[in-house]
């Protein structure tokens, strides 16, 4: 019962930045887990950032130091702050929701339940 929505995606310079929302609607009362996920051109679909209900966060080593993950619960929305990218970071960006715990990893994404549609990202000269 939830509806995933990205916002944010487009063109920009090796070195730029993006922020990529996700608003996220429906059965809202418990999001244990809320993640990014990145999928390069003729490759699969990757995690690169998660945040849990107790506030935790995890990133790919691709991207530590790189983007931010944070939430707005208010406004049910998960953002990703994407600075200094980098054009191997071209590709499409996911959101994705789990309910509830799950023993799988953050980065599996057969631990999640609800999938946006995805926008793009572009990063060249």
């Known amino acids: 019962q939830l509806q995933l929505a990205e916002t944010g995606g487009g063109l920009v310079q090796p070195g730029g930045s993006l922020r990529l929302s996700c608003a996220v609607s429906?059965?809202?009362?418990?999001?244990?887990?809320t993640a990014w996920f990145h999928q390069a051109p003729g490759k699969g679909r990757e995690a690169i950032s998660c945040i849990e209900d107790s506030g935790e966060t995890n990133y790919a080593d691709s991207v530590a130091g790189r983007f931010v993950i944070s939430r707005d619960n208010a406004k049910n929305l998960v953002i990703l702050q994407m600075d200094n990218l980098k054009p191997e970071d071209t590709g499409i960006y996911y959101c994705?929701?789990?309910?509830?715990?799950?023993?799988?990893?953050?980065?599996?994404?057969?631990?999640?339940?609800?999938w946006g549609q995805g926008t793009q990202v572009t990063v060249s000269s």
């Open positions: 429906g059965s809202t009362e418990h999001l244990y887990r």
């Open positions: 994705a929701v789990k309910h509830y715990w799950d023993v799988r990893a953050w980065n599996n994404p057969r631990g999640f339940d609800y």
